[in-house]
């Protein structure tokens, strides 16, 4: 079975920074996407970023573009989620997902219901 495991979240002021992991593990297939979500409370859960593992085309919500990047080590199976200069607005449950062959489209990538495999979140907590 597909397994994912996020870690990395803790409480960092406004303006600090946190790198998620997300390791998988138990895939049979020789490609993936990978992609990070958020829930805040009362919120919809929403996409943040996603990342393939063979060609590391990356894709990012309009609101984490050139604050957050998005990684990939293939030997360690491994995706990460470099979080810069982070707002109180940030703060969320942070979840990674794994799409297996056939992909979403782009446009999808974004879209929770395209991912087959979930994490079990880890919680980002920016103070004021």
């Not at 109180?88 to 495999?117: H, K, M, Q, V, W």
Request: negative net charge; glycine residues 12%.
């Amino acid at each position: 079975d597909v397994q994912l495991q996020a870690s990395g979240g803790g409480l960092v002021q406004a303006g600090g920074s946190l790198r998620l992991s997300c390791a998988a593990s138990g895939f049979t297939d020789s490609d993936y996407d990978i992609g990070w979500f958020r829930q805040a409370p009362g919120k919809e859960r929403e996409g943040v970023s996603s990342i393939r593992r063979s060609d590391r085309h990356t894709l990012y919500a309009d609101s984490v573009k050139g604050r957050f990047t998005i990684s990939t080590n293939n030997a360690k199976n491994t995706v990460y989620l470099e979080m810069n200069s982070l707002e109180p607005e940030d703060t969320a449950i942070y979840y990674c997902a794994l799409d297996s062959p056939p992909f979403a489209i782009a446009g999808n990538r974004g879209n929770p219901g395209s991912y087959d495999y979930w994490g079990q979140g880890t919680l980002v907590t920016v103070s004021s």
